[in-house]
């Protein structure tokens, strides 16, 4: 996915500072940015989150870049995240869904930390939520739909990982949540793994296939905690070398 680029008045607006500091630092080399055909400087979100978490700054006006809201990053607590973010589930306000995690990062929060501190609480509440009937199918389907675009969103704000670096299959078994399985890859990612998600609810069969075929050097599934593991799967990988977790 390609990353939006930002111009350094955008930046600088966002940062409250003049544009001529932001084109002195990028030429200093304390922003990193890219040059179009005409010559001008254009900024990535990621060299951008860098400079704040290195510099640790704050974005002064985080609307400028369409981050959304800034509630959760000001609060300081992540606590007051988990509820921002499991109200904005249960509400389906798809703005709020992408805008909380969106603006905790560009504070300098990893992605790990945001799903491990913030989504996954929040998530399991939302799915009691729903097993409770407190949430129709109707609204718990529209607030899943906009998760997982903001997964795939947040996904496309890391670099590309080196084509040398350890290749992980990711997945669902069975009836495994899907949110956590995309979290899982892009958390690999985060960390510097090659990653290929392969899909939700597919069989043992279907990933013994995959480990033959891809030659994986780690798989992680996420599945049924009270499912039966999949033997066959596990022994192959043990046989192979292959490191297999579940989640």
């Given at each position: ?62 609307e400028v870049i369409d981050s959304g809201i800034s509630a959760a990053r000001k609060s300081g607590k992540l606590q007051e995240a988990k509820d921002l973010f499991y109200q ?160």
């Amino acid at each position: 996915m390609n990353q939006r680029l930002f111009s350094p008045k955008e930046v600088a607006q966002a940062l409250a500072v003049s544009e001529a500091s932001i084109k002195r630092w990028v030429d200093k080399g304390l922003i990193k940015a890219e040059k179009t055909s005409g010559g001008h400087r254009k900024i990535s979100l990621l060299s951008l989150q860098q400079y704040l978490k290195d510099n640790n700054k704050e974005l002064v006006h985080p609307e400028v870049i369409d981050s959304g809201i800034s509630a959760a990053r000001k609060s300081g607590k992540l606590q007051e995240a988990k509820d921002l973010f499991y109200q904005a589930l249960l509400s389906c306000d798809a703005k709020a869904i992408r805008a909380i995690p969106y603006d905790l990062f560009l504070a300098g929060m990893s992605l790990e930390m945001i799903f491990n501190e913030v989504f996954r609480e929040a998530i399991e509440q939302w799915n009691q939520s729903h097993v409770n009937a407190e949430l129709d199918d109707f609204q718990f389907k529209r607030s899943e739909q906009s998760l997982q675009g903001v997964l795939y969103f947040l996904g496309g704000l890391l670099a590309l990982p080196d084509e040398s670096a350890p290749y992980v299959l990711v997945g669902t078994l069975g009836d495994g949540n899907l949110s956590l399985a995309h979290m899982e890859e892009i958390i690999l990612r985060e960390q510097g793994f090659r990653t290929e998600f392969l899909g939700d609810n597919l069989n043992e069969d279907a990933y013994i296939r995959a480990l033959s075929l891809l030659e994986p050097n780690k798989i992680s599934l996420a599945s049924n905690k009270l499912a039966d593991k999949p033997q066959k799967l596990i022994d192959l990988c043990s046989s192979e070398k292959v490191e297999i977790k579940f989640f």
